[in-house]
């Protein structure tokens, strides 16, 4: 069932420039793609670990083909570590033909509106009713819990944000009082849910001892 929209922005790439290398392209991926990941939409401030320039058409496929796609702007995507190495090498479709990028196992989140393809349900999990769109879940494992927590760690920390700003605004001491109540303990449930959504990314012990605490 769908809960909510699976992103908030649209992606339209600016560059006009042309580089040697595809690492020199960083500071327009990360404007264009607003900072996220093109797959998964995970913001980077979430994470530690550097994002990735990813390419689409994967290098492998097109290596000694097609080798302007190794620089080609419109092959290249900001993904974060985790897509990046799910999606690997996966390819399908006719890499002699350079009339198109086209990847046909994926579709292309700028080309794409992924909000037609995908949605949050109720438990904050990327879902689809698309037959492709639920193929990508599987190829990308999106269905990681990962994936959830950073979604309700985001919307957690909007809510806090609202609560302070409504506190700092209102006139009424009761009622300033009840936001500053409500504020803190919103931002207590970030920072636990934070601490649980660093030790399911880096898949350690404190994530199973956090899920035998969220069962109880």
Same mark, same amino acid.
């Given at each position: ?13 600016? *560059? /006009? ?12 991926? =990360? =404007? ?26 994967? @290098? ?5 083909? &097609? +080798? +302007?796609?190794? /620089?080609?702007? #419109?092959?290249?995507?900001? %993904?974060?570590?985790? *897509? #990046? $190495? %799910?999606?690997?090498? !996966?390819? !399908?479709?006719?890499? &002699? ?14 080309? /794409?509106?992924?909000?037609r393809i995908?949605y949050r ?6 879902? %689809? +009713? ?9 190829? $990308? ?18 809510? *806090? #944000? ?7 605004? @209102?006139?009424?001491?009761e009622k300033?009082?009840?936001?500053? %109540? ?5 931002? &207590? !449930? *970030? ?6 959504? =660093? ?15 969220? /069962?109880?």
């Amino acid at each position: 069932m769908k809960y909510a929209e699976f992103r908030e922005h649209d992606i339209h790439r600016t *560059c /006009t420039e042309q580089y040697d290398a595809p690492q020199k392209y960083k500071q327009y991926l =990360r =404007r264009d793609f607003h900072g996220r990941c093109c797959y998964c939409n995970m913001p980077e401030e979430l994470v530690t670990v550097p994002y990735h320039v990813e390419h689409f058409v994967p @290098e492998k496929v097109f290596k000694g083909i &097609r +080798d +302007d796609l190794r /620089t080609d702007y #419109n092959n290249l995507m900001w %993904s974060c570590p985790k *897509c #990046n $190495l %799910s999606k690997g090498d !996966k390819y !399908k479709g006719d890499i &002699r033909d350079d009339s198109k990028i086209e990847n046909e196992l994926f579709y292309n989140p700028v080309e /794409t509106d992924f909000n037609r393809i995908f949605y949050r349900n109720e438990l904050g999990g990327i879902d %689809s +009713d698309d037959r492709k769109g639920r193929e990508m879940i599987n190829l $990308l494992k999106l269905y990681r819990p990962v994936h959830n927590l950073a979604w309700l760690l985001e919307r957690l920390e909007k809510l *806090c #944000n609202q609560l302070e700003e409504r506190q700092r605004v @209102e006139k009424d001491l009761e009622k300033r009082q009840l936001l500053e %109540s409500a504020a803190g303990k919103v931002a &207590r !449930k *970030c920072v636990e849910i934070e601490k649980l959504f =660093r030790a399911v990314y880096r898949g350690t012990k404190v994530f199973q001892e956090g899920q035998k605490d969220m /069962t109880v």
